[in-house]
């Protein structure tokens, strides 16, 4: 844009022009006229009224009035440009403050992904100042390595569909940590409809990922030993359900009940019975080969998945011998010796059942079926056992019905021998 003082030059370059060529044409025409003519110009030029004056300098009244007009032309529009220009001004200042105090990454890329913009805020979350960013590449200073492919797809100028483009990205902080940011990204359009780079806002969601991935981790981990609980262990069963029936292949499930261990929290407290639960926790973890797995279903009973079974007769035995290997040595917790015992059932699949939920409960099943038998031992469920625990709960519930109905008589039955007995009988 040409400024005030040269648009003012060039139009009084044009006005000195114009006046020189006017006195210069008005000379030339006076030489021209006859030497009579010129006297009685000069004889009358005592009479001479205003009007003929006016006459006369037409010409140069017309050119001093274009004059005083075009200065008035040349004031006024210096004045409006001038306003304009404090307009603008004051909405660049306006819209560099908002930039400058927001709460959010904001910066500008040209089309080759160099910065041209970078607020305070990204200054503070990133360690770098302005002048150590602007006109580089972002993908050289700002995004991790392994990230750069990404970064590119993110901070595309050319956009599809999307008026506004939102994911998430990593930075590299001057410091060489990463930081979680929410983007959102527009176009940067000029007059020309045509695009110039893009709008970067982001937003530090760092610390919330953290506390959202924390109470995951805590929605399917055991608070006590840090196991999956019983929602993890499902999940994983599921999967690696997936897997077998996939590969075609076996995996068996056991569940893990300590003898008496409520005993144990009675006399010496749960403070013990904590410490006793890590330690089989840790010698737990130590049998565990590729993707076994092992979790705590509550209180004293874990869980456990042992995929890649091939055959029975050859895995069995290894399986129950890692199992019950722990409980051989004592479990020294505060000078006091535990010398512990456990029951253990196991399932497989796909022999005893395709459900996750039906092959825990089975090895549920087969696991009080286990306890019956002193020290620690196994079972291995069958189709019997439930046959066996239904009749147990159906007696169990009719007793418990009969009670209610007071349904039972008593009745004495004598037994003769040396010494009369009279056990007493309810029916």
Same mark, same amino acid.
């Not at 006046?19 to 006229?33: C, E, G, M, P, R």
């Not at 009358?44 to 006459?55: G, I, M, V």
């Not at 099943?365 to 439930?386: D, R």
């Given at each position: 844009?040409?400024?005030?003082?040269?648009?003012?030059?060039?139009?009084?370059?044009?006005?000195? +022009? @114009?006046?020189?060529?006017?006195?210069?044409?008005?000379? =030339?025409? !006076?030489? %021209?006229?006859?030497? *009579?003519? /010129? $006297?009685?110009?000069?004889?009358?030029?005592?009479?001479?009224?205003?009007?003929?004056?006016?006459?006369?300098?037409?010409?140069?009244?017309?050119?001093?009035?274009?004059?005083?007009?075009?200065?008035?032309?040349?004031?006024?529009?210096?004045?409006?440009?001038?306003?304009?220009?404090?307009?603008?001004?004051?909405?660049?200042?306006?819209?560099?403050?908002?930039?400058?105090?927001?709460? +959010? @990454?904001?910066?500008?890329?040209?089309?080759?992904?160099? =910065?041209? !913009?970078? %607020?305070?805020?990204? *200054?503070? /979350? $990133?360690?770098?100042?302005?002048?150590?960013?602007?006109?580089?590449?972002?993908?050289?200073?700002?995004?991790?390595?392994?990230?750069?492919?990404?970064?590119?797809?993110?901070?595309?100028?050319?956009?599809?569909?999307?008026?506004?483009?939102?994911?998430?990205?990593?930075?590299?902080?001057?410091?060489?940590?990463?930081?979680?940011?929410?983007?959102?990204?527009?176009?940067?359009?000029?007059?020309?409809?045509?695009?110039?780079?893009?709008?970067?806002?982001?937003?530090?969601?760092?610390?919330?990922?953290?506390? /959202?991935?924390?109470?995951?981790?805590?929605?399917?981990?055991?608070?006590?030993?840090?196991?999956?609980?019983?929602?993890?262990?499902?999940?994983?069963?599921?999967?690696?359900?997936?897997?077998?029936?996939?590969?075609?292949?076996?995996?068996?499930?056991?569940?893990?009940?300590?003898?008496?261990?409520?005993?144990?929290?009675?006399?010496?407290?749960?403070?013990?019975?904590?410490?006793?639960?890590?330690?089989?926790?840790?010698?737990?973890?130590?049998?565990?080969?590729?993707?076994?797995?092992?979790?705590?279903?509550?209180?004293?009973?874990?869980?456990?998945?042992?995929?890649?079974?091939?055959?029975?007769?050859?895995?069995?035995?290894?399986?129950?011998?890692?199992?019950?290997?722990?409980?051989?040595?004592?479990?020294?917790?505060?000078?006091?010796?535990?010398?512990?015992?456990?029951?253990?059932?196991?399932?497989?699949?796909?022999?005893?059942?395709?459900?996750?939920?039906?092959?825990?409960?089975?090895?549920?099943?087969?696991?009080?079926?286990?306890?019956?038998?002193?020290?620690?031992?196994?079972?291995?469920?069958?189709?019997?056992?439930?046959?066996?625990?239904?009749?147990?709960?159906?007696?169990?519930?009719?007793?418990?019905?009969?009670?209610?109905?007071?349904?039972?008589?008593?009745?004495?039955?004598?037994?003769?021998?040396?010494?009369?007995?009279?056990?007493?009988?309810?029916?």
């Amino acid at each position: 844009m040409i400024s005030f003082k040269k648009r003012l030059f060039i139009i009084a370059t044009i006005i000195l +022009t @114009l006046s020189l060529a006017f006195v210069y044409n008005h000379n =030339i025409s !006076n030489q %021209n006229k006859s030497i *009579e003519e /010129e $006297t009685i110009l000069i004889l009358n030029s005592h009479n001479t009224s205003p009007l003929s004056f006016l006459n006369e300098y037409k010409n140069l009244i017309v050119f001093i009035i274009i004059l005083i007009l075009l200065v008035l032309f040349l004031i006024i529009n210096n004045i409006r440009i001038n306003n304009v220009k404090n307009k603008l001004y004051k909405e660049k200042e306006f819209k560099e403050n908002i930039i400058n105090t927001a709460n +959010t @990454l904001i910066f500008t890329l040209n089309g080759e992904g160099k =910065i041209i !913009n970078f %607020n305070q805020y990204a *200054e503070r /979350e $990133t360690g770098f100042k302005a002048e150590d960013v602007l006109n580089k590449s972002i993908y050289e200073i700002l995004i991790p390595s392994n990230l750069i492919k990404k970064a590119k797809e993110v901070f595309n100028p050319i956009f599809t569909e999307e008026k506004i483009r939102n994911r998430e990205l990593s930075i590299l902080c001057k410091d060489n940590k990463q930081k979680l940011i929410s983007w959102s990204i527009s176009q940067i359009v000029n007059f020309n409809q045509e695009v110039d780079g893009i709008l970067a806002i982001g937003i530090d969601i760092t610390k919330h990922k953290q506390a /959202e991935e924390a109470l995951k981790y805590q929605s399917l981990h055991d608070s006590l030993t840090g196991l999956a609980n019983r929602e993890g262990f499902s999940k994983q069963l599921q999967i690696e359900i997936e897997i077998a029936k996939h590969n075609n292949e076996k995996l068996a499930v056991f569940f893990l009940d300590i003898d008496r261990f409520k005993l144990i929290n009675d006399i010496h407290g749960h403070q013990t019975g904590d410490l006793i639960l890590l330690e089989l926790t840790k010698r737990l973890k130590n049998i565990l080969n590729n993707r076994e797995m092992i979790a705590r279903m509550g209180g004293d009973d874990f869980i456990g998945i042992l995929p890649q079974i091939q055959n029975h007769k050859h895995d069995i035995p290894e399986i129950t011998q890692r199992l019950t290997k722990i409980f051989d040595k004592p479990f020294i917790i505060k000078d006091n010796r535990f010398i512990l015992t456990a029951s253990i059932g196991i399932s497989f699949y796909p022999d005893d059942s395709i459900h996750e939920e039906t092959l825990l409960r089975n090895a549920d099943t087969a696991m009080y079926k286990a306890k019956e038998e002193a020290g620690t031992s196994f079972q291995l469920y069958n189709n019997n056992m439930n046959l066996q625990v239904n009749k147990k709960l159906y007696m169990e519930q009719n007793l418990r019905r009969a009670i209610q109905n007071k349904e039972l008589r008593v009745y004495y039955q004598p037994i003769v021998r040396r010494v009369l007995h009279l056990p007493l009988l309810e029916r």
